[in-house]
């Protein structure tokens, strides 16, 4: 590969025009250019592009240079579950266990495919795989204590607890304290779980660190920039292929996505951060970065292609489609301009509940201000006020959905989310436990459970290790 298409794609790189990059690398694999080894890299930007196609061909092109190379067929094997393509990941490794099956790391991110396909035994089989051979891999002691219920004398129980009184690398220990916690919690020796937590949360807070005034500011802007400014009529969402479900993490939002994804019509789509590329592609969030965009020659329908061509580059096309993006809130002006048609769920739940479950949860990316009380109350407080500025602005095109209602009444509360999504009744809404689909949030026991009130006040056996969170959230 000669220089010159090189320093095309670095200058493109540089001026961050993704089009411009996607375009070029398009090119290259339609011509076959000889780049070499880096085809990797270029899938790895293809897909933080949300370019899933041309990812996954240019990750393939780099398996086709060195064929018997297994770590090229599990670095494919890695995109396609990136991808949402479980069943073909989870086929891409079962060749390779075969030839290795003592491979820690094939045996692990089998485990982890097979955990979030809802194969629970399958999972545990080779999550214990893992462990015979690494004891101490704290991301496995994550992931099988997410799906295993422990009681007390059991003999897993007992392992764990002399794992974590080892020597464990840094890197592995506040997953391991994760792991432990949860599993004091099942057997309900609170004082000993909420220690493992707090010591977990403490070891990821010194390498995740939240910027307080960087998230009160983004907040701030997301509500100035909108208010006043007239917003399209919401007439329905009777044809429209876009939905979202938002709401603070922990709060429902999965129940409500994998109940509309049990609907024939709906795919669930998850986190799929696909919000912040149309504002990156915009220039912001706010009316004035709109604007500025129709000044420059493009008008609004692109930013709504683009949208869809990103969820159709995951989803066949005319599904309807779950967006359970983070932080929607910060992004509701550009869906309500851009997509006047989209109905907008949005997820509430007892703060004291919630607030205990992000603190206990290991989130495996974002989510910084979890890892304490105080910056715990710090978000919630923003959050608070972004509902109420959007509830007042929305109107009925955002359906306010109480978690607690939602569990004690599903016959109610189901049909009322599927009519204002604009679907017809189907009964198998009510019963999003036998939907068999992939979900690889930290609700991937949960969501195979009936719907049931069990999680409803569950913050309220902590609240006396909870009282910096209620002091600084009441304040």
Request: glycine share 8%.
């Amino acid at each position: 590969m000669t220089a010159a298409p090189l320093a095309d794609l670095q200058r493109l790189l540089a001026i961050r025009d993704r089009g411009g990059i996607n375009t070029l690398l398009a090119d290259w694999l339609d011509r076959d250019l000889a780049v070499g080894d880096r085809w990797a890299a270029f899938a790895e930007i293809l897909a933080q592009h949300g370019e899933w196609t041309l990812a996954l061909r240019a990750v393939r092109r780099h398996r086709a240079a060195a064929p018997d190379d297994r770590a090229r067929w599990f670095g494919e094997a890695v995109m396609l579950a990136r991808a949402g393509r479980n069943a073909e990941a989870r086929a891409c490794i079962v060749p390779l266990l075969e030839v290795s099956p003592q491979d820690t790391r094939l045996a692990h991110f089998m485990g982890a495919l097979s955990s979030e396909a809802g194969l629970f035994d399958d999972a545990r089989r080779y999550f214990g795989t893992v462990l015979d051979a690494d004891p101490k891999s704290g991301q496995t002691w994550l992931e099988l204590s997410a799906i295993h219920g422990f009681t007390q004398g059991d003999p897993l129980l007992d392992r764990l607890r002399r794992t974590a009184s080892d020597a464990v690398p840094n890197a592995a220990r506040a997953a391991l304290c994760y792991a432990l916690g949860k599993a004091l919690d099942d057997i309900g020796d609170i004082d000993a779980a909420f220690a493992a937590f707090a010591q977990g949360a403490a070891l990821v807070a010194t390498e995740r660190r939240y910027d307080a005034a960087a998230d009160r500011a983004q907040a701030d802007a997301a509500a100035t920039a909108w208010d006043g400014v007239a917003l399209p009529h919401f007439d329905g969402a009777a044809g429209s292929t876009r939905l979202f479900v938002t709401g603070l993490p922990r709060s429902g939002t999965t129940l409500v996505e994998h109940s509309l994804a049990s609907h024939p019509a709906v795919a669930g789509g998850g986190e799929l951060n696909l919000l912040s590329m149309i504002a990156r592609e915009a220039g912001g969030v706010g009316p004035d970065a709109l604007a500025g965009f129709a000044r420059a020659g493009r008008g609004q329908g692109a930013l709504t292609g683009l949208y869809d061509h990103l969820v159709g580059e995951r989803f066949s096309p005319g599904v309807r489609v779950v967006d359970k993006t983070l932080d929607a809130s910060r992004m509701l002006g550009l869906v309500a301009t851009l997509m006047p048609d989209a109905p907008i769920v949005w997820l509430r739940r007892d703060p004291l509940d919630t607030a205990w479950s992000c603190f206990h949860t290991y989130f495996a990316r974002g989510v910084p201000w979890s890892w304490s009380q105080e910056t715990i109350a710090a978000h919630f407080a923003l959050e608070d006020r972004l509902f109420a500025f959007w509830q007042a602005r929305l109107g009925s095109r955002l359906l306010c959905v109480d978690y607690e209602a939602l569990v004690t009444d599903p016959a109610v509360w189901i049909p009322r989310i599927v009519a204002h999504a604009g679907l017809p009744q189907d009964p198998r809404t009510l019963a999003p436990h036998e939907t068999e689909r992939a979900v690889s949030t930290s609700s991937v026991a949960q969501v195979r459970r009936p719907i049931g009130r069990s999680a409803i006040g569950s913050g309220d056996r902590y609240r006396r290790h909870l009282t910096r969170f209620l002091d600084a959230y009441s304040g």
